[in-house]
């Protein structure tokens, strides 16, 4: 059913204006293959230079190919050449599973849950068993699928979409076009706690989540409400799996997160940043835009300047790792030491 | 709806005997803001003393100080004198929320699955699509939210809420005036393999969660049941989100762990113990009471005793980063080598 | 309910050829309790040699030890002696749960919502609130907790378990005799977008999740199914709580992987690895067999050899730590200084 031809796939996606198709418009193409796997009936890609010796191995029917490797390509079999294969790749996957994704039925699940009065736009779908408390929006073509738990005044912008059970809390609003994984929680409470002579005590959390265009949200990933006012995702955000988003934090526009980042409140995250995995940023912080943080790295002070920053306890062998960690601990008598013998010998 | 007068507030919380009122008591009050941003119909506080400069900007109607406070706040409009404004500050949040918040509806929703013999307190109100087994005891005032699980035998104190999906196996027993949030699972197995010659072999785990009285549970926070005995968390420890607590721990009363943070199987954690964001902390340790922990790092051995504790790697940028973490991968050669040093100069 | 006879465990677990019975086999039998508290009617185990000394205070009803401890624990009571009690506590725990947990009742909950057409096999559970698709084959002996989502084409080997709340997106396929706890996503999409001029454009993730036989996932734990193809969990891997497995991502035969671990895409880990808590693995490497890591620990580059392999910045009291780090930050500057010293002393 999702067979097609090389030509369907150069029209749809925008014709000889995007890319230049290099082989007959009639090639039966069955599947998207990875480089290595890819059969005559598969259509591949290669988006770094170094794969390009593999052009010669791979039996794809058809590869996607910058300019500088369309003779190559050309030389065993079909090809479309295209600036950025990559990005030509993403389109392809996209309009692919947009004529093959099996599409949710319209309308709402008998077993599913919805208050009165919640306002739903044209082509809205509810899954089996979710729940829609009062005052809830639904922009059209905004897919919930099963388990679901949208609160009170959640607010979801056109064609966004829920996978199974995602929960968001009581306020939560969420522009167009997001998807968000299962698991994912937004709008639990901020971790808020005054000390007290008889130990913690609440601090209610009375902010909400705004979460703008385009955002996708991991599965299992948290995303608390703010305390006072809202915890910001802004447009175009990506966020990887099992993230953690404190109250108050914003995450300006088109940052990505890889997964397990944690971000800790308060703080301000700039545009197009990216965190690579496990990346740890300390509360009440300002990341500039255009910052990098590399994986499994701690951020504790302020970034003003856009760049990469790293911080890694490189990996060794156990025993050299540990005899190194024991000099760690004396790292700074070892510069005392240092000085010492620079002075006598001045 | 929300709307009140500081007079109202300030005879709430508990008059002259708190807070000394500065200002008319008939002043409407439609909110809690944050210094920054409220209006003449807001109510503010001041937590720290760097922010005193911030009194002559804020439009606030009233402005919870500190004694030191008072003058200058009073020079500006209301204020509330008090000797612990962030405390007074998380006491007003708590007497809004209860004035505010949407009451559950008391009762057993239709759609929730409840096994006969359940036994349930005064005012217990169970959402729609939750699953309540056999044999388990629910305390006056109890309230769980949609999607809840609660296996066999589980019993939740008095006044414990439950968020939206949240999962409580088999034998957990929660004390009072516990809140958890979505997607916690509590009384999962402990992860128990012993090696065999065709692989790991199951350790079935017998024991259960305990969880005392005035404590809150994180969205997605994990706590497993003991392999033979509880898992216990004390009174009143507050755990935020993403958190894993393994089998056989306790974390002791009132201690507090920021999001991420790990905990291994069968360590002690004494009372009032603080764990920034992404601590881990291995098994089989002993940690004391008022021990704390800095965000992201990582105790190996036990800790006997009080104070704070690092051990993260500092950020750079990455060249930087990447010279350093070269030459820490050689650091007791430079220790060998400036002995050496020091010997030939002795 | 639950309680045996010393002569009952000992015939279960194999006799004589698995074990010596040292002791009468009408001891009752009534619980499995650790070595600190075991009581009359308890039967525990020494794995440990450091443990022994504590056999003399145990009032243990039978201990299960090796050879070398059998003259000791005889001289104070009952004991079962065999050359690896901790397999065979294993066992125990095994046989004792399959006889004294509570089945769940066979057949579909009358509260599920389960497609025309899924195929299922003898003795199959279906509990409250689940969802089942159109396509999905559940084997002999599968249960299925409360809250759980099979999407179409879900497929479950025999004897395969799920814990309430468990999510398993479209096409994942899973062997026999898993158990995977509350909260997991097997199956949510890969983190995969291409950078575009207006941000971030997603790439629609195709393949699915292949996971073997004897598989344990934890809570919370997240599989991403792959780009193109399957991401993969060879038989008898044991992955912990609040686990990150991206897609394209192969995880060898019997890999054990503690909580809070991360994997990120494309990397292929060997057989018979482990990884300690919140270890971090970076995308694309490849992992060879029997590789330990050290728990917190990151892996940048590919792993060739077996062994153990640790990267944590040791913890300190904080001042200490932060006079450490401060050096740490100019760690190559030490190292040039060193060598001019040495220089000018040549």
């Not at 009936?41 to 029917?61: E, H, K, M, N, W």
């Not at 056109?158 to 306020?171: F, I, Q, W, Y």
């Amino acid at each position: 059913l999702t067979a097609t031809t090389l030509g369907e796939i150069h029209a749809a996606l925008g014709g000889e204006a995007v890319a230049r198709l290099a082989g007959p418009a009639d090639l039966p193409i069955a599947r998207i293959a990875p480089l290595h796997a890819a059969g005559p009936d598969a259509i591949t890609f290669i988006a770094q230079a170094r794969l390009a010796v593999q052009l010669q191995s791979t039996a794809a029917g058809c590869v996607i190919v910058a300019p500088a490797l369309a003779e190559a390509a050309q030389a065993r079999g079909a090809a479309l050449v295209t600036d950025n294969p990559y990005r030509y790749y993403a389109a392809l996957t996209r309009w692919w599973a947009a004529r093959s994704r099996i599409a949710p039925v319209d309308g709402v699940h008998p077993s599913a849950c919805v208050a009165p009065g919640v306002v739903m736009g044209r082509g809205v779908s509810i899954g089996p068993m979710s729940v829609v408390e009062a005052g809830v929006h639904l922009g059209d073509g905004v897919q919930i699928g099963s388990h679901c738990h949208l609160g009170h005044g959640v607010v979801l912008g056109e064609a966004t979409r829920l996978a199974p059970r995602v929960t968001l809390m009581h306020g939560t609003r969420v522009g167009a076009r997001g998807y968000f994984n299962s698991g994912a929680v937004i709008g639990a409470d901020g971790f808020g706690f005054a000390a007290g002579p008889q130990g913690w005590e609440k601090i209610e959390q009375f902010g909400g989540v705004w979460i703008g265009d385009d955002v996708d949200i991991g599965a299992n990933t948290c995303v608390d409400r703010g305390a006072l006012e809202d915890t910001v995702i802004e447009d175009g955000v990506k966020l990887d799996n099992q993230i953690q988003i404190a109250h108050n934090v914003r995450v300006g526009a088109r940052s990505a997160m890889a997964g397990c980042v944690g971000v800790a409140g308060s703080t301000k995250i700039g545009r197009e940043c990216t965190f690579g995995g496990a990346a740890m940023i300390l509360g009440h912080l300002e990341i500039a835009d255009r910052v990098n943080i590399s994986a499994a790295s701690v951020v504790m002070r302020s970034i003003r300047q856009p760049g990469t920053y790293s911080g890694i306890f490189p990996l060794d062998d156990n025993a050299a790792w540990e005899k190194n960690a024991a000099t760690l601990r004396q790292l700074h008598t070892l510069r005392d030491r240092l000085r010492a013998l620079e002075k006598k010998l001045a």
